[in-house]
Structures are given as structure tokens and as C-alpha cells.
């Protein structure tokens, strides 16, 4: 199982209703984790990135949108243990 994978299973077992509220779609492996955008009923609206940092076994949370070619990064958490993953970006995403 890659770690894409293995996000994605934490997220639905944390909460099975949590990609649907985001209205998360066209996700993606990034080799070091996952990335969705999100749409919909929802207050903030761009991409989300997880990806894994194996030496500490948590999680760094990167928020931000794409205009033509500039990146603009709105949030980034950093240290994220799996069981506050759920809450911490429903707090940004809404």
C-alpha cells in the first residue's frame, strides 16, 4: 500500500464523511502523499496537501490555490499527528 493510499484509508476511518464535506475531487499520489482540491458548500476552496515526514511519522498539511501558473499558499500545518488530521483541515476548509 503507498502512502497515498494509506492517507486516504486514515481520513475515512477518522471520518467516512470528511472527503464528501470538502467535496474533495481529482485526487493525486504525490509519491510522498496525497493531494486533493475541494469544492462545493464549503468556505475555503483550493488544494490540499498531505505528505508524510517519515522521520517523525507525522504529517505536513500545505493549503493553496493555483491562478494561471502562480501558487499561493494560503496555510501550512506542520507536525500533524494522524488522529487531529480530520479536525485540522475541516478548520481551514470548513
Given at each position: 500500500?503507498n ?59 500545505k ?8 501558487v499561493?499558499?494560503?496555510s501550512?500545518l ?8 480530520v ?8
Amino acid at each position: 500500500m503507498n502512502t497515498a493510499q494509506i492517507i486516504l484509508t486514515q481520513i475515512k476511518q477518522l471520518d467516512r464523511m470528511a472527503l464528501f464535506a470538502w467535496g474533495a475531487k481529482d485526487l493525486v499520489n504525490t509519491g510522498k502523499g496525497l493531494k486533493f482540491k475541494t469544492s462545493g458548500m464549503v468556505k475555503w476552496k483550493g488544494w490540499v496537501e498531505i505528505i508524510l515526514d517519515e522521520g517523525l511519522d507525522l504529517y505536513n498539511i500545505k493549503f493553496y490555490k493555483i491562478r494561471g501558473t502562480n501558487v499561493n499558499y494560503t496555510s501550512q500545518l506542520e507536525g500533524v499527528f494522524v488522529e487531529d488530521m480530520v479536525r485540522l483541515i475541516d478548520e481551514v476548509v470548513g
